[in-house]
């Protein structure tokens, strides 16, 4: 089966390739950068590259059609200079832009191949309903009423969500990732959320009862994987078996990675420092539960927990343990 995958090089986009590869899928990676393009070809001859940019139609209908694949998968986001939660919307917008213009002219190339199936990178943590319980299953709603800094990024993943699940004649999957952790994201040697916490620039803020779900990537890759195989179109959670407040992972975190305990402080200097976005996701957000992915994609995520995924993070400075 020939998979074509758009973000190909990223954090989700590299383990992901590594298991089609290995898994004896067609595949065509996509990226913005002839050298990243060589690069892909010389660790995997067998991939086809193709070079093209998301927000370019033109392109992009091009290179889906001349590669005619059978899925395609959307894994284009475009935060590595995300520098905190103060500007939500305006940190995302070029990532909003590629669920939305991007998920359209994707979505026409498919039409126009004749792909049968895709598949697109969504979110489901924060962006959940924030009353009732602290776990949301895809049959609780999305939050109606996000603050105010996180809206135009809320507005693009209904936009994706809507388009792939409601494209005529094809099959439409979209997986919201939980919080990704792992090489190449913000959690992660020398990632962004580690060096602020080592640096104690990550602290609790309130009560911090915001529930996080983590995804290592390489979960987040095998359950795509699973879903490109099986599973009807729809929306699936894609995070671990463990939910966790704020004052319990990132104590945990900050141990993990030897550093010294976060400090708390409360929510008005919380506001000062992350905004309302940063204060909503320390004291408010809820977690998501993973339990129809298992069940309908036949996935089970490797890394169960992020307390065992925080410890394999391979910190330089993770605590060795003691010989005597
Ligand atoms: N996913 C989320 O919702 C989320 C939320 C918060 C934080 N984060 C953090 O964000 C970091 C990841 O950063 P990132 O989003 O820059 O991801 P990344 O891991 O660098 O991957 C981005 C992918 O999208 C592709 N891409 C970006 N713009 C494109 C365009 N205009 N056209 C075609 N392809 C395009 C890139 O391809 P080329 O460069 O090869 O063209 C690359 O393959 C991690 O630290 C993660 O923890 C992610």
């Known amino acids: 089966m020939k998979v074509f995958v758009a973000g190909a090089t990223g954090a989700v986009g590299k383990p992901l390739l590594a298991r089609l590869v290995s898994t004896g899928y067609d595949v065509v990676a996509m990226t913005r950068s002839p050298d990243k393009a060589q690069a892909v070809h010389d660790l995997y001859p067998g991939v086809v590259t193709v070079v093209a940019d998301g927000l370019d139609r033109k392109a992009i209908i091009d290179a889906v059609m001349r590669t005619r694949p059978e899925v395609i998968v959307h894994q284009m986001t475009a935060l590595a200079k995300l520098t905190g939660l103060k500007h939500f919307d305006d940190d995302f917008e070029l990532t909003n832009q590629l669920r939305t213009t991007g998920t359209d002219y994707l979505l026409e190339a498919a039409r126009a191949a004749g792909a049968r199936r895709?598949?697109?990178?969504?979110?489901?943590?924060?962006?959940?309903?924030?009353?009732?319980?602290?776990?949301?299953?895809?049959?609780?709603?999305?939050?109606?009423?996000?603050?105010?800094?996180?809206?135009?990024?809320?507005?693009?993943?209904?936009?994706?969500?809507?388009?792939?699940?409601?494209?005529?004649?094809?099959?439409?999957?979209?997986?919201?990732?939980?919080?990704?952790?792992?090489?190449?994201?913000?959690?992660?040697?020398?990632?962004?959320?580690?060096?602020?916490?080592?640096?104690?620039?990550?602290?609790?803020?309130?009560?911090?009862?915001?529930?996080?779900?983590?995804?290592?990537?390489?979960?987040?890759?095998?359950?795509?994987?699973?879903?490109?195989?099986?599973?009807?179109?729809?929306?699936?959670?894609?995070?671990?078996?463990?939910?966790?407040?704020?004052?319990?992972?990132?104590?945990?975190?900050?141990?993990?990675?030897?550093?010294?305990?976060?400090?708390?402080v409360p929510v008005w200097l919380g506001r000062l420092f992350a905004g309302e976005a940063g204060v909503s996701m320390m004291t408010r957000i809820r977690g998501a539960s993973n339990a129809k992915a298992k069940r309908e994609l036949g996935w089970q995520p490797e890394y169960a927990t992020w307390r065992d995924g925080f410890l394999r993070l391979e910190l330089p400075l993770q605590p060795q343990p003691q010989l005597v």
């Open 118 to 264: 895709i598949i697109a990178q969504s979110y489901g943590n924060w962006n959940y309903e924030r009353v009732g319980g602290p776990i949301k299953t895809e049959d609780d709603a999305l939050d109606a009423n996000p603050p105010s800094s996180m809206r135009r990024t809320m507005a693009a993943i209904r936009y994706v969500e809507s388009k792939v699940l409601g494209a005529a004649g094809i099959e439409g999957v979209a997986l919201r990732y939980g919080s990704l952790y792992g090489p190449g994201t913000s959690i992660a040697a020398g990632g962004a959320i580690v060096e602020a916490i080592r640096k104690r620039q990550f602290p609790v803020v309130g009560n911090g009862a915001g529930v996080w779900s983590f995804a290592h990537v390489a979960d987040v890759a095998s359950a795509t994987v699973a879903a490109i195989e099986r599973g009807a179109p729809g929306v699936y959670n894609v995070c671990d078996d463990e939910p966790a407040p704020v004052s319990v992972w990132l104590p945990e975190l900050a141990r993990a990675i030897g550093a010294k305990p976060p400090w708390r």
